[in-house]
T-cell receptor, first 114, second 113 residues
Framework: AQKITQTQPGMFVQEKEAVTLDCTYD???????LFWYKQPSSGEMIFLIY??????QNATEGRYSLNFQKARKSANLVISASQLGDSAMYFC???????????FGQGTRLTINP | NAGVMQNPRHLVRRRGQEARLRCSPM?????VYWYRQLPEEGLKFMVY????????ESGMPKERFSAEFPKEGPSILRIQQVVRGDSAAYFC???????????FGNGTRLTVT
């Protein structure tokens, strides 16, 4: 069975600093995908970034990058130059077995302080 | 290009009533997924559908819950005889194929009184 673990229930960061949100995963599937989603207080789920298990390069999307360490089974999200609007819940998720049946972690609540 | 559209945004039902949640996938997407989120928790998979077919319903409660994705029209998640424990946010997501990222709707927040 697949499992996602996010060990940081909450994080507080100063504006403009970089922040790393931790995510470790467990799966026996050789092919899988790793995702990060942002959920602001308004409740919607916003797709941020995707990493495939066979991708050689770490994924990047603007200020977001995914630090993929396959041997350690970790897929940490790095947000550079944090902004007040980054305050939200962040969920790490994974898919496997050729389907998008995502398994989500418990989430990390990120608060950016001015 | 409109995103995944869910309605209603908020739904209040009394115990014993039926709840019908609607989801229109992104244009061109034929894969639809329903997830449930309890307060302060991550999303939990419920069901995966393609047009007119249920592909995987391993996350659906055995009773009272059903889902469909007809040839024409939105996908519907139906909860019969709702109970307080059904109160949650229900998210629909769609994808182009089984390898593309899921795009989520804004969710329907169901409150059972």
């Amino acid at each position: 069975a697949q499992k996602i673990t996010q060990t940081q229930p909450g994080m507080f960061v100063q504006e403009k600093e970089a922040v790393t949100l931790d995510c470790t995963y467990d799966t026996s599937d050789p092919s899988y995908g790793l995702f990060w989603y942002k959920q602001p207080s308004s409740g919607e789920m916003i797709f941020l970034i995707y990493q495939g298990s066979y991708d050689q390069q770490n994924a990047t999307e603007g200020r977001y990058s995914l630090n993929f360490q396959k041997a350690r089974k970790s897929a940490n999200l790095v947000i550079s130059a944090s902004q007040l609007g980054d305050s939200a819940m962040y969920f790490c998720a994974m898919s496997g077995g050729g389907a998008q049946k995502l398994v989500f972690g418990q989430g990390t609540r990120l608060t950016i302080n001015p | 290009n409109a995103g995944v559209m869910q309605n209603p945004r908020h739904l209040v039902r009394r115990r014993g009533q039926e709840a019908r949640l609607r989801c229109s996938p992104m244009k061109g997407h034929s894969h639809v997924y329903w997830y449930r989120q309890l307060p302060e928790e991550g999303l939990k998979f419920m069901v995966y559908l393609q047009k007119e077919n249920i592909i995987d319903e391993s996350g659906m409660p055995k009773e009272r819950f059903s889902a469909e994705f007809p040839k024409e029209g939105p996908s519907i998640l139906r909860i019969q005889q709702v109970v307080r424990g059904d109160s949650a946010a229900y998210f629909c997501a769609s994808s182009l194929d089984t390898h593309s990222p899921l795009h989520f709707g804004n969710g329907t927040r169901l409150t059972v009184t």
